[in-house]
């Protein structure tokens, strides 16, 4: 994840948000202070003792000394009943909350008009047993190979049988173990040589006749660790697996096995034809830095610097432009060599194309079904890794009459993950009324780095119809997770460093990335992520205390991917997958209280335990989190 740090007066500018919201028969209270001349001038300035006895002594000094104490006396005793009513509907935060970050001599205090309208919310809520439905979901970006998790296909044995027999011929290739040359030929080699020679670049002959040619396909190639850590091979292939091209729809995806790719793989000669073509002769329109650029795909290839990949060469580096094409051409004709002895080309290219309309073309409109007609009741959903598309295609549908679409302000379009909240209409009928993402941003802890991007963190303000004002936020946490806790105490910082938002009531969907069994000071442990949103007086969908073995993702990658050392046996999916309690709802204590809470990673409302997913018609490898809570009446 990309660290984002911010110049103090980028900070500045994005301070200035509105955030404020008044309610509707609420009047803003004038803060100035009175203007001196209404005050004796004793009050003003010490004056000698010779001329502040008269003052003392006079009928009109006894008057307003008797005045001011009736006042002062009215003034404590309602600021003492206005602190246990605040108190008791948790306006007034302990040490554990605003004590953190203002000390208990800086708590800011809170809008009174704000807080009567939350408090007088809150009991409207819960004289028409009114409850809050929320969601959660990370609905995951767009994986764009089909193979690269194992996923739950009980409709068709052929997947299974493929991917346990790809995984033998990683695993246990014996006599398949052959030369590269026998599956990169002679003859493939010297076309791309005379294609490479062609525009320019370095003869890497000498590489290939001395070395690459004569590796066995498994234990000298796909199983080479150096090779991996170079990233002769991954690297050509992240940047031109698919390629979102301008005028289209669809991306452009290289031949190969590990895309979308729908082309004719089932013989060497076919594959190679076409990925040449597709390499050198393809032009293709992207958008780069905002312009327009059109240019086949080689010509989109990076550099491998050894300033960034210490295991390659200063040789290696400076002709690690045909060197990774080759190694990719390579890389590419081992996968179509082993589906083809794994499995007949009709049977594994026919399965293949099952998965790519399911899991990758429909991904999109699958995610929206569930959400309109499985979550449409829902008060509050949030969401992450959330595509522009999706968020198009939302606004379009039956969900964009039935909820608030709202986006972060700096979408994400190049990673193309974002937060995202939908907000019922019938619920929150004025709409979101600020983002309040760049104050959330702006309280983090200085001089800490914490591994957030844009589009990351989506933090919102809204009052629903019984005038209680919330902030509501989505947030995507890092992959081990360590972004996690800095970001709710930033979101806790900024709710209670304005008199307004202090008043307000937290709902906060996420995915944590959180693990049962975290690396010491590498990942994010899910009972220490319960005892720090605890400390803030919130409580969670899973109450205090989280139940490490709740899991919400059940994902392991298998042997059709570039990373073959993250790869699962069948048999070690659940050991050595990433099983693990990701996904919360987090909520004040003191305002709301579970009525129930469950999981779905089928679409149906129900989660089946022990079962790896995404599956043909689950979109996501994170289930979705639900909770029905209700308001908390005081005693």
Not at 171 to 179: L, M, R
Not at 277 to 290: E, H, Q, Y
Not at 321 to 326: A, D, E, I, R, S
Request: aromatic share 10%.
């Amino acid at each position: 994840m990309r660290n984002r740090s911010q110049s103090p007066k980028k900070q500045q500018q994005k301070m200035t948000i509105d955030y404020t919201e008044v309610p509707m028969g609420a009047t803003e209270t004038d803060s100035t202070p009175s203007n001196d001349g209404v005050f004796p001038s004793s009050f003003r300035k010490q004056e000698s003792v010779k001329t502040l006895f008269p003052w003392m002594r006079s009928y009109m000094f006894r008057r307003r000394l008797s005045f001011a104490a009736v006042g002062a006396a009215f003034i404590v005793v309602g600021s003492a009943v206005t602190f246990v009513m605040m108190k008791r509907h948790d306006n007034v935060p302990n040490l554990g909350g605003a004590g953190k970050f203002l000390g208990s001599s800086g708590r800011i205090a809170p809008d009174p008009n704000l807080s009567a309208a939350a408090m007088n919310g809150l009991a409207a809520m819960a004289s028409a047993r009114r409850k809050l439905q929320i969601a959660t979901w990370n609905i995951a970006a767009i994986n764009n190979n089909p193979f690269e998790y194992w996923i739950t296909y009980d409709e068709n044995p052929s997947y299974e049988k493929i991917m346990t027999d790809i995984e033998a011929f990683l695993e246990q290739p014996g006599e398949k173990d052959v030369p590269v040359s026998a599956v990169f030929t002679e003859e493939m080699f010297g076309q791309l040589e005379k294609r490479m020679d062609g525009v320019g670049w370095d003869n890497v002959r000498s590489y290939w006749d001395g070395d690459f040619k004569n590796r066995k396909i498994i234990s000298g190639f796909m199983k080479d660790p150096l090779l991996g850590s170079k990233r002769l091979a991954s690297m050509p292939d992240r940047i031109t697996n698919t390629i979102n091209v301008l005028g289209s729809d669809e991306p452009v995806c290289r031949p190969t096995v590990i895309n979308m790719y729908g082309g004719d793989l089932s013989t060497l000669p076919l594959w190679w034809s076409e990925w040449e073509r597709f390499m050198f002769d393809t032009p293709l329109s992207i958008s780069n830095k905002g312009e327009t650029v059109t240019q086949p795909p080689f010509k989109m290839l990076q550099p491998i610097k050894k300033a960034k990949y210490p295991d390659i060469t200063e040789a290696e580096e400076k002709v690690s432009l045909p060197l990774q094409t080759m190694c990719g051409a390579i890389f590419d004709a081992i996968l179509v060599h082993m589906m083809n002895t794994v499995a007949q080309p009709d049977v594994w290219q026919g399965l293949k194309k099952t998965m790519v309309e399911n899991l990758n073309k429909q991904k999109v409109p699958h995610t929206l079904d569930i959400l309109e007609n499985v979550y449409g009741s829902s008060d509050i959903i949030t969401l992450q890794e959330v595509s522009g598309s999706l968020i198009d295609q939302a606004r379009r549908r039956a969900l964009g009459q039935k909820f608030w679409i709202v986006a972060p302000g700096e979408l994400d379009a190049v990673r193309d993950q974002n937060s995202v909240i939908f907000l019922s209409k019938e619920t929150f009928p004025a709409g979101p009324s600020a983002e309040i993402t760049p104050l959330v941003e702006a309280s983090f802890e200085e001089g800490v780095k914490v591994p957030i991007a844009n589009g990351d963190i989506l933090a919102i303000t809204a009052t629903d119809r019984d005038g209680i004002p919330f902030v509501i936020a989505s947030f995507h946490g890092d992959t081990n997770g360590l972004a996690t806790k800095p970001v709710l105490s930033a979101i806790v910082k900024a709710m209670h460093s304005d008199s307004a938002l202090i008043t307000h009531k937290l709902i906060f969907g996420l995915d944590a990335n959180t693990y049962e069994k975290a690396k010491p000071g590498k990942q994010q442990d899910v009972l220490e992520w319960g005892k720090h949103y605890v400390s803030y007086d919130l409580t969670s969908c899973w109450g205090d205390v989280p139940n490490p073995a709740n899991y919400t993702t059940f994902n392991s990658r298998t042997y059709l991917q570039p990373q073959l050392n993250k790869a699962c046996k069948k048999s070690d999916k659940r050991a050595n997958g990433d099983v693990n309690p990701k996904d919360f709802i987090l909520f004040g204590k003191g305002d709301f209280r579970i009525d129930r809470t469950w999981k779905d990673n089928t679409g149906e409302k129900k989660y089946i335990e022990d079962m790896a997913f995404p599956t043909l018609n689950f979109p996501s490898d994170h289930g979705i989190l639900a909770t029905v809570i209700e308001p908390v009446t005081p005693s």
